[in-house]
């Protein structure tokens, strides 16, 4: 059964940012840039922005989608440092959005958006998701844990929490890190400076760089099932899925 899009749920996974239409503030933080970095020379699928999605190259699908989102004033590619460097405006906040997303829930964008428009005490946002219990120990679904306010606490490739059984509890909210970022673009233009950190080098996961160095996280949870492609085999699930919502 297809779960409701994120902007239609009204249960308690639904983010403030996603419950209504969006509404672009008049100051801090009001300008957005999307950007989609498209990596062509991937280990598990070389030319995987260019792979066809029922006719059309995957990396054109998620910019679709990402052009559906109200927040953002612009939508372009590259990596987020030098992609704002070249746009040659000011953008108050990017969004990092991954190009093997092609069923990304625009809704979802412009919560991240918000989620940083209304906690000035963050320079950076993110999007979770409910867990599902086949994916608990799968390193390529990454969990992350959030405290009481909504920010994250840690994120890991391994099951977190972790209880002393060694197996998964199916009665615990465990939390599954959707793949977009929102940085304030002032700490943009500081991240790539800063040294890696041991966290982030053991897990393999860059925003542990920014947790590690100090900085708040804002976290907004979101009912959506995580359509990433990250392998050939994965395009076929994607395609079914976009027939099955008609999808064009």
Known sequence: MDLPRAGAWRGPWLPTAAAFLYRRPAGFRSRAVGIIPARFASSRFEGKPLAPILGKPMIQRTWERVMLASSLDRVGSERCC?????????????????????????EIIDGVVMALQQAPDAVFSTAVTSLKPEDAFDTNRVKCVIDNQGYAIYFSRGLIP????????????????????????????????????PLQLEEDLEQLKVLENGYRMKVIKVYHEA??????????KIEALMRARNIQ
């Open 82 to 106: 030098e992609a704002l460097k070249k746009l040659g405006k000011h953008y108050d906040i990017v969004v990092n959005i991954q190009g093997d997303e092609p069923l990304i829930e625009p």
């Open 162 to 197: 972790f209880n002393k059984s060694g197996k998964a509890n199916p009665n615990f909210p465990y939390h599954l890190h959707l793949g977009i970022a929102g940085f304030d673009s002032n700490f943009l233009k500081i991240y790539p400076e800063l040294p890696p950190t």
């Open 227 to 236: 359509h990433g492609v990250d392998a050939p085999e994965d395009v076929e």
